[in-house]
């Protein structure tokens, strides 16, 4: 099971930015957070992920509670194009495998 | 470079036969993985292969196969179709770090979506 809860939907305004959030009450010391999307009928595309320290790239920034129990993906200036489904990941780094256990994730709609 | 290669892209079959899939992952990549997806359950991992041995399998019936080549390119089959097999069918590809660490960022595919009558 998913060790994540997501909102089922959030709206956004065209250029405002669109703050998605992730509880991760369960989260061990060593698991980091990914973010995943979903454009309609595409395949999921990796975003972000962090551990404890707020990370940012070209694409969004995630922070990251200091008690690790939640976080919050940041897309700061959303388009049309940002409308997807985002998934919230929980999951060691390293190991054996690349498995990634999908929740339900937050479909965002950017309105124009 | 070239993203992940998935094909065929739409494949309509009907009950109680068999279906191949295939992949051809990023240039470099050895680590593939397959996932079902269905408006009911979601994406669900399937199966992932790194240097051709299985290192991981979901919890899906035997009909559920795969494999992997030596030049990383791998397929998926599902044999003895049912209707709920009818689904979005994505494979992902991943590096791993200098050290033999699996990241978690993986590349995926557009999908191959499978209807079956």
């Known amino acids: 099971d998913a060790k994540t809860t997501q909102p089922p939907s959030m709206d956004c305004a065209e250029g405002r930015a669109a703050n998605l959030p992730c509880n991760h009450s369960?989260?061990?010391?060593?698991?980091?957070v990914y973010w995943y999307r979903q454009i309609h009928s595409q395949g999921p595309q990796y975003i972000i992920h962090g551990l404890k320290n707020n990370e940012t790239n070209e694409m969004a920034s995630l922070i990251i509670t200091e008690d690790r129990k939640s976080s919050t993906l940041i897309l700061p200036h959303a388009t049309l194009r940002d409308t997807a489904v985002y998934y919230c990941i929980v999951r060691g780094y390293g190991g054996a495998t690349n498995k990634l256990i999908f929740g339900t994730g937050t479909l965002l709609a950017v309105q124009p | 470079k070239a993203g992940v290669t998935q094909t065929p892209r739409y494949l309509i079959k009907t009950r109680g036969q068999q279906v191949t899939l295939s992949c051809s992952p990023i240039?470099?990549?050895?680590?593939v993985s397959w996932y079902q997806q269905t408006p009911g359950q979601g994406l669900q991992f399937l199966f992932e292969y790194f240097s051709e041995t299985q290192r991981n399998k979901g919890n899906f019936p035997g009909r559920f196969s795969g494999r992997q080549f030596s030049n990383s390119r791998s397929e998926m089959n599902v044999s003895t179709l049912e209707l709920g097999d009818s689904a979005l069918y994505l494979c992902?590809?991943?590096?791993?770090?200098?050290?033999?660490?699996?990241?978690?960022?993986?590349?995926f595919g557009e999908g191959s979506r499978l209807t079956v009558l």
């Open positions: 992902a590809s991943s590096s791993r770090t200098s050290g033999g660490q699996n990241t978690g960022e993986l590349f």
């Open positions: 369960t989260i061990s010391g060593n698991e980091y």
């Open positions: 240039s470099g990549h050895r680590s």
